[in-house]
C-alpha cells in the first residue's frame, strides 16, 4: 500500500485548501482513513477521521468547524477541506489508513490503530 498524499501549499491566513489522498491499489476505499499532521519540533498528531462509508467522521477539537474530511470510494480518494486556516495549522499532513477493526477515531500516540501512510504534503499558513 503506498498512499499518495497531495494538495498542500503556502497560503494566507483565512484562506483555504483542499488535501487528497489516494492509492492506485485501492487501499483507500477498503478501510476508514485518517488525516494526522506534524509540525516542526511537534510530535504528531491526530486530525481528523472518516469510516469507510463515510458516514461518520471526526475531528479534533483544534480544527472541529473548519475542516471537513470526506471521501470517494469510487475515485479512491479521501478529502481534507481546510478552511479558515491558521498559522497553527503549518505542519505536513499524512493520511492513513486504519487497521480494521481499530479504534481509528480515537486514537492514541504513536498511533497503532493505523498501518499505513503516506508520504505528507506540507501545508504553510503566513499571517
Known amino acids: 500500500v503506498q498512499l499518495q498524499a497531495s494538495g498542500g501549499g503556502l497560503v494566507q491566513a483565512g484562506t483555504s485548501l483542499r488535501l487528497s489522498c489516494t492509492d492506485s491499489?485501492?487501499?483507500?476505499?477498503?478501510?476508514?482513513m485518517g488525516w494526522f499532521r506534524q509540525a516542526p519540533g511537534k510530535e504528531r498528531e491526530f486530525v481528523s477521521a472518516i469510516s469507510w462509508s463515510g458516514g461518520s467522521t471526526y475531528y479534533s477539537d483544534s480544527v472541529k468547524g473548519r475542516f471537513t474530511i470526506s471521501r470517494d470510494n469510487d475515485k479512491n480518494t479521501v478529502y481534507l477541506q481546510m478552511n479558515t486556516l491558521r498559522p497553527e495549522d503549518s505542519a505536513v499532513y499524512y493520511c492513513?489508513?486504519?487497521?480494521?477493526?481499530?479504534?481509528?477515531?480515537?486514537?492514541?500516540?504513536?498511533?497503532?490503530?493505523?498501518?499505513?501512510w503516506g508520504q505528507g504534503t506540507l501545508v504553510t499558513v503566513s499571517s
Open positions: 492513513a489508513q486504519a487497521k480494521e477493526g481499530s479504534r481509528y477515531y480515537n486514537p492514541i500516540w504513536p498511533f497503532p490503530e493505523y498501518e499505513y
Open positions: 491499489a485501492r487501499a483507500v476505499s477498503r478501510n476508514a
